[in-house]
């Protein structure tokens, strides 16, 4: 198990252009969050700025973020190759693409198989047919599940970088109609808020991770959108959507999949600093990453 994280940022919103998520990484490194945390800071990559012309899809950026969501493949790989724990700091969650291609790539390499955990107000799990907005940050679970737009798919050295049966969503609460169809028929399984309220996250993340490990364990990535939490704790995003996951128990099941063992690369995106108020998100961010990191050294995480 690796010791270290390796911080990648992604400081860009080509994926929901204008959100404010490109200045994400900036503001947790001025509030000492990556020293603070231990963490190793690799730097941020680079890409270009959105030229403001959708492509013949009606899909905006997807030049944008193919090329982003490249030089975040690589940097995440740069992080595993070396033997650290990558934590890719977005920038939108179109970055997810990136992250996903690297660690699919890796955990194909190792031989393990490859499973995706995914937080998310959003499944997104739109392609260019369905998407009401055109924002490629609507874009990458679909992606990596093998289904949208060709020059996004080809950020991956394979396609589809995941078996659609070892995607699984937590907190999704704003489905696109065509969206919810695209999951259905792709055999995705996602967990709305009222089963969340139902059953619990922790339980649900408890039964997820027993699953994989019947499964023979592998390598999980989990991609965690700020927007899954409820805005009254986590304003600091793009897209909020009210009803969403309590600090307390995303922290707590942050902690059972630190404590799992079996992820060995995460995502952090859509954290707005612009629209954050008195610091709560930032606050929020902190407390849901130190209650992994604490799950995984064995400690008890500080709920506050
Ligand atoms: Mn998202």
């Known amino acids: 198990m690796s010791g270290w994280y390796g911080l990648v940022g992604a400081p860009t919103d080509v994926g929901n252009v204008d959100c404010g998520a490109a200045e994400g990484p900036g503001a947790l490194r001025a509030m000492g969050l990556p020293r603070r945390m231990g963490m190793v800071d690799r730097g941020d990559v680079r890409g270009p700025a959105y030229d403001g012309r959708p492509d013949a899809t009606g899909s905006r950026s997807v030049r944008e973020t193919a090329a982003w969501c490249a030089a975040v493949r690589d940097g995440v790989a740069g992080v595993l190759?070396?033997?650290?724990?990558?934590?890719?700091?977005?920038?939108d969650h179109a970055m997810a693409l990136g992250s996903i291609a690297a660690a699919a790539a890796h955990a194909r390499q190792e031989g393990r198989n490859f499973f995706v955990l995914w937080f998310d107000a959003h499944p997104d799990f739109n392609t260019p047919e369905t998407t009401p907005s055109g924002n490629t940050h609507g874009y990458?679970?679909?992606?990596?599940?093998?289904?949208?737009?060709?020059d996004l798919l080809s950020v991956g050295a394979f396609t589809p970088l995941i078996r659609p049966d070892r995607l699984i969503q937590f907190g999704v609460r704003d489905i696109d109609a065509g969206e919810r169809a695209n999951l259905l028929r792709i055999g995705v399984e996602f967990h709305e808020m009222d089963a969340v309220r139902e059953k619990g996250l922790e339980a649900l993340v408890a039964h997820t991770i027993a699953r994989i490990q019947a499964a023979g364990g592998g390598h999980v990535h989990v991609s965690f959108d700020i927007d899954a939490l409820d805005p009254a704790a986590a304003p600091g995003v793009g897209t909020p959507v009210s009803g969403g996951l309590t600090p307390a128990?995303?922290?707590?099941?942050?902690?059972?999949?630190?404590?799992?063992?079996?992820?060995?690369?995460l995502d952090i995106v859509e954290f707005?600093?612009?629209?954050?108020r008195d610091g709560m998100t930032a606050l929020t961010v902190e407390q849901v990453l130190a209650g992994f990191m604490a799950g995984r050294t064995g400690q008890r995480a500080l709920v506050a």
Do not use: K, N, Q, W
């Not at 190759?81 to 920038?91: E, I, T, V």
């Not at 922290?251 to 630190?258: E, I, P, Q």
């Not at 707005?272 to 954050?276: G, S």
């Open 249 to 265: 128990e995303t922290v707590g099941a942050m902690r059972l999949l630190g404590a799992s063992g079996l992820v060995r690369s």
């Open 272 to 276: 707005a600093p612009r629209h954050d």
């Open 140 to 150: 990458p679970a679909a992606l990596a599940c093998g289904i949208g737009h060709p």
């Open 81 to 91: 190759a070396d033997g650290g724990f990558p934590l890719m700091l977005g920038g």
